[in-house]
């Protein structure tokens, strides 16, 4: 089956972060401490990916623009992707590969350990997106298990803020964003059960 | 897998240089004058003058380390007067260029370690901060010299911001501010200090986290009760008064015990006083530096 355009073009677009990283450092266009704005970079753009994909629903339901559906699962794999690639980075450059200092940092830093939490809330939400197994598993039990990624957003923001030395503006500006929806999910089951009352 | 264990970091940092350069990825020029005597290391390389002049925490001027370069283009430092007081004999409001007068200037090569994780080897110039306060005739009963920055929002922007308490505060002990190696700068690579690096001087106490290299220093007063420092207000279980480079004592939120050297790939182990024990460890003597962080 033909892959759609839009598809093509959203796969495409997607990749342009990590397009720019790679072109800036050859370039030298990312400053005196290139690592460090990579793996922040990168960070960045895996809770944007995240934050896009919980806006898919609201957008579908309240826009009535039931097609968005369908980019939902890129956008997801693209979060994980950027989250793998800056965890990654992070345990070569910073700790040399050491999966000993790893465990350190993941047991004594609290950012890292709700980082980590995220992402290995991630990893089975990546693994159960292939149609093959979103059928075995059924659709009530998929959609429970992805409801996954609501807890890790928040661990995501957390570990943004805690990260901040001490401007919170930017992780309180993706903290609000998430509450914003967030609250969508709250609004529309008690919307739900409020239906189900009146019937 | 090459492990830390088993090949020294520098053997590694410049075995990924060779690899870097044989993949030709551009390296900024390295620039090696001959180093004078308070060079930290001769192996080690200077940062370049870009990477110094673009990469700055001067909240004064901005929270990301690319925006004092931006703000402060137009940051005027002429005239500059100097408010020195307290238990002194000679307290008086003096102007930048009789506080230099007397006193020839000198380059230092000094390690620069942040409390964010990350360092720079900077050639400085100026004069040692011991020779400028002599002639104020510091009193016998003062224990500390506190520093302050220039208070102006208008001049400073980012002082309308309330992330830090204005203006900035430092302080040092006594023997802290006498010690050879503490350095008033008012020059990095043989130029006028630019507006990011905390013109027209600025402290450089190199075996401390940098934050205590107070910048564009308006206000020195030698008392005998210990300084507020800015950091220490923000968060005092964060950053204490001392903030001495310690690989053995972390960060609440993060590890000191490695940093990355600007312009190398992999961390380095953190050396106690940024390298500069040999020097400055006998003023903790007999001190709990867990306590006194």
Known sequence: MAIKKSKIALFTISLLPVAWLVYGVFANKLGANPIEYIIRDLGEWGLRFLLLTLCITPLRVMGQWPSLAQYRRMLGLFAFFYVFLHL?????VDLSGSMSALWHEIVKRKFITVGMLAFIILIPLAITSVNKIIKRMGAARWKTLHKGVYVASILAVLHFYWMAKAD????????????????YRVYAAWAKSRKKKTV | MITKDTITPKEIYLKRRELMQAAGVGIAASMLPTLPAYAADDAEKLTPKESITTYNNFYEFGTAKDEPA???????????????????ERPQKISFDEFFAPFKKEERVYRLRCVEGWSMVIPWTG????????????????????????HDPE?????????????????????????????????????????QNGAPMRLVVPWKYGFKSIKSITKITFTDKQPETSWNLSNPQEYGFYSNVNPNIDHPRWSQATERRLGEIFKRDTEMFNGYGDQVASLYKDMDLAKNF
């Open chain 1, 88 to 92: 990654t980075i992070f345990i070569v």
């Open chain 1, 168 to 183: 919170k503006t930017e992780p309180l500006i993706y903290a609000a964003i998430l509450a914003v929806l967030l609250g």
């Open chain 2, 70 to 88: 931006i703000n402060a283009k137009n940051f005027v430092t002429k005239p500059w007067e100097i408010d020195v007081g307290g238990l002194c």
């Open chain 2, 127 to 150: 004069v040692n901060l011991y020779d400028l306060l002599s002639r104020f005739k510091i009193t016998g009963d003062a224990k500390y010299v506190a520093f302050e920055t220039l």
């Open chain 2, 155 to 195: 001049r400073m922007p980012g002082q309308k911001s309330n992330v830090l308490q204005w203006p900035y505060r430092e302080g040092l002990r006594i023997d802290e501010a006498m010690h050879p190696l503490t350095f008033m700068a008012t020059g990095l690579y043989g130029e006028d200090l630019p507006p």
